[in-house]
């Protein structure tokens, strides 16, 4: 399972207005990459794809990382946008993302330490599996994402394929690509934002 762009940019914003807790991001999990080369390799191609998809919106992959995230994915994912310097297509946040220039409006040395130093994460080896259920309005959020980058929807499918192993997959692609508002999928991003407002807004986010 992996991040949309878009979501760690709604995190991220949603983290900065509520204040950045260090204390809440020792909670993190992370897991160890397999030790098979060839297993390895795969897995860092995923977070390539993952990356070229997103327009600019991730920060890059270096190709030497240890480990993957298992908890504060999105979180540690926006600090590494932000100091990468990526653009973000978020109303509130700027059209680039810069910790001097979110400093500006969000005066959080919590956050610029995250950011500058990042924080420890507890470590899993490549033994051990967690992993959470994507929604079905994430699924929708990511076959829209892609068809946006590819102008194909059988390809979106299969790059969602590989991130989920939902029976119904199709149903959903079939849905976004029909009622969803034509290319520009004005129903999805629409209804995904008062999605994220209210998740915050009830607590349950961070």
Sequence with gaps: MMVIAYNVHCRGHAALKVGWSM??????????????????????????ALVESSDGKLAGVAGTERFASLSSSH???????????????HESLPTVLVLETLAKKYT???????????????SLNASNHIAGRLTEMEIAMNLAAHYKRTGCMDTAVEACRAMCELGYLDAIAEWVKEYTGGEQFVLIWSVARRWWWFYYMDGCGW
């Design 23 to 48: 204390a809440k991001l020792t909670e993190s999990y992370c897991m160890e990459l397999s030790q098979n080369t060839l297993r390895r390799q795969a897995q860092l191609d995923s977070m390539r």
């Design 108 to 122: 959080d040395e919590q956050f610029a330490t995250a950011v500058r130093r990042g924080w420890a994460f507890c």
């Design 75 to 89: 979180m540690s994912q926006f600090c590494k946008a932000v100091r990468s310097g990526c653009s973000s297509e």
